[in-house]
């Protein structure tokens, strides 16, 4: 209806740009935007249309939830449309498929209910009762659920950001807003990949850019649609700005959106999008031959600046240079000038990146480096800006094989997060407090177990003589001596070496884990409980809890406790 009103020329509607390009109406679901002039020939053919549309249809339109919106209209002309529409005027803010249209993006307002639902699914959990492996879990998948919407649109200011990162680190250490708990693994290192030493916690804002980055992908391939158009009558050819990045100059009037989609490749360095596009040459129609990256790793004019400045052809698509002959394919150049000897030379090599080049009748089109099928994705956008903004390179393959390796242990999340962070040497242990200088002034640093080293994560898990002597009673019991290693990393690996098979790996990870924890919690009650503990005494609570969380927590072990005790390897390579 609405089409056929502008045909005849009976519904004046909204001119973009100075092609041609115009809109009357959006359509989606139950909602519907009409876009037209304010005028009073167009109040009457809205009217007209809504009307006819209800005989139609025999659908009622609920005029109480429809309203109407001015940009840059007199407060009089509005108010008489409203009269005469029967709705009411609504501002530039109002919200189509809920999101909120003409919002700033900017703006800390624009994001409140983001951040309140963010933060309402993370306290609806009773959070105090999930492990820290749960945690994990959960974080990500309430970032993959809710907020997704808003993060496909606009891209997140960096206070947003942070306060989002607040509440997910509150959250992983401890209760949503309320308790100040010290967070003792700074975000980035949160945010690396269990293998390097992180525990996998997708940063929102590398997610924001890698959605916010589909758009830029699906303005560049080939497929028709009304939203480009629009964009292409605002700001001319978008295809081009894209290219050139962030140097792109656009109209005074360029919303903040557009600007945003432009300036993607400011963050996390030039070209980290646009150096994993490659143009696929079919017929060359429609590729420039110097500028665009089609052949090898960059564009020629980038290339070869000698050969591009004195070419004729600039401008030239590849299928204007190339010319499939009956001998294959023939380059024609054209130079402002004869060559010099030096510049042959460069042709050469030119001629040589070109060869093996052939041309089809299909379209040219972009293809995505980082995928097999030449598609962009947003996952692997995220783990190309990951690599770029958040990697850290810290650890060595020993640390790196235990990080990897560790997660999979069959003890309870919480143990193993703890044995992650003595990995990491970030646990209250009294050599860090007085770092960070918690402590007061007169506290002993000295260990309680030995009395006689300052307390440090290598001293109290490692060399204490407590410690020491609960190894090697282990060690004898599992049947596997080695000397004492420098560090806690060399440690896990030697005591995983007798694992002859993954669940044999499993079952010794877990007694290691086990005797961490049991460890920590000895040194905590002789603090805080003031308890003495002998070492055969925690031998054997490590062998009891190491039989109870393997028998629960896998289907893989059934021994009774004494054969466990006696025999553990046994027990385990059943
Ligand atoms: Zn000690």
């Known amino acids: 209806m609405m089409r056929n009103a502008v045909d005849l020329n009976l519904f004046e509607d909204f001119k973009i740009g100075d092609n041609g390009l ?3 109406h959006l359509q989606y679901a139950n909602d519907t935007l009409c876009i037209g002039k304010a005028t009073v020939d167009n109040l009457w053919m809205m009217k007209a249309l809504l009307r006819g549309f209800e005989m139609a249809s025999g659908l009622k339109i609920n005029f109480f939830k429809s309203s109407l919106i001015g940009v840059n209209v007199p407060g009089e002309f509005m108010s008489m449309a409203c009269d005469f529409l029967n709705c009411s005027e609504g501002s530039l803010l109002f919200k189509y498929l809920g999101l909120p249209v003409g919002a700033n993006p900017k703006s800390m307002s624009t994001w409140e209910p983001m951040v309140e639902s963010l933060c309402g699914k993370l306290n609806s959990w009773g959070h105090k009762y999930i492990s820290f492996g749960g945690r994990i879990i959960l974080l990500n998948a309430v970032l993959n659920s809710i907020p997704i919407f808003y993060l496909t649109f606009l891209k997140m200011p960096v206070q947003v950001w942070k306060r989002i990162v607040r509440i997910q680190r509150e959250f992983l250490w401890g209760g949503v807003g309320g308790g100040r708990k010290v967070s003792w693994v700074k975000w980035k290192s949160v945010c690396q990949q269990k293998a390097n030493g992180g525990i996998g916690i997708k940063d929102i804002r590398v997610m924001n850019v890698s959605l916010l980055a589909k758009w830029k992908w699906r303005l560049l391939d080939g497929e028709k649609a009304l939203w480009k158009d629009v964009l292409e009558g605002k700001y001319g050819p978008c295809k081009e700005s894209l290219l050139v990045g962030g140097i792109a100059s656009w109209p005074r009037n360029a919303s903040v959106w557009w600007k945003d989609v432009v300036r993607l490749e400011d963050f996390g360095g030039q070209g980290w999008f646009n150096s994993e596009l490659k143009r696929k040459v079919g017929n060359g129609v429609d590729t420039s031959f110097w500028m665009v990256n089609w052949c090898g790793g960059r564009s020629f004019a980038l290339k070869y600046p000698r050969l591009f400045s004195i070419s004729n052809q600039r401008e030239a698509m590849v299928g204007d240079i190339g010319v499939v002959t009956e001998e294959g394919l023939v380059w024609n150049f054209s ?6 000897v030096w510049e042959e030379e460069l042709l050469l090599s030119l001629m040589e990146d070109l060869e093996g080049i052939t041309m089809s009748n299909e379209d040219d089109v ?10 962009f994705s947003v996952k692997s956008a995220y783990l190309k800006l990951e690599g770029l903004v958040l990697l850290e390179d810290l650890w060595g393959e020993v640390e790196k094989r235990v990080f990897a390796n560790m997660w999979d242990s069959p003890a309870p999340s919480k143990v193993v997060a703890f044995a992650w962070r003595v990995l990491l040497n970030r646990i209250p242990t009294k050599g860090n407090l007085a770092f960070r200088n918690v402590l007061p002034p007169e506290t002993s640093l000295l260990c309680v177990m030995c009395n006689r080293k300052e307390e440090s994560a290598l001293h109290l898990f490692l060399h204490c003589d407590m410690a020491a002597l609960v190894w090697l009673k282990l060690m004898l019991w599992l049947d596997c001596l080695f000397l004492s290693p420098p560090n806690l990393f060399i440690h896990w690996e030697c ?31 002789t603090i805080f ?9 925690l031998v054997e609570e490590i062998k009891v809890l190491s039989w109870r969380w393997l028998l629960h927590r896998t289907h893989s072990l059934s021994c009774l406790f004494y054969e466990w005790s006696w025999n553990p390897m046994f027990c385990l390579g059943r």
Do not use: C, M, P, Y
Not at 335 to 340: G, I
Not at 529 to 537: L, R, S
């Open 22 to 24: 115009t809109v009357s």
């Open 366 to 375: 972009w293809r995505w480096n980082l995928e097999d099928n030449g598609i």
């Open 529 to 537: 409980n003031g308890q003495t503990f002998e070492v055969d005494e």
């Open 335 to 340: 130079w402002r000038r004869r060559l010099f």
């Open 495 to 525: 005591w995983s070496v007798r694992g002859r098979n993954k669940k044999v790996k499993k079952g010794l990870w877990l007694i290691w884990h086990t005797t961490i924890w049991v460890l920590w919690k000895a040194r905590n009650d």
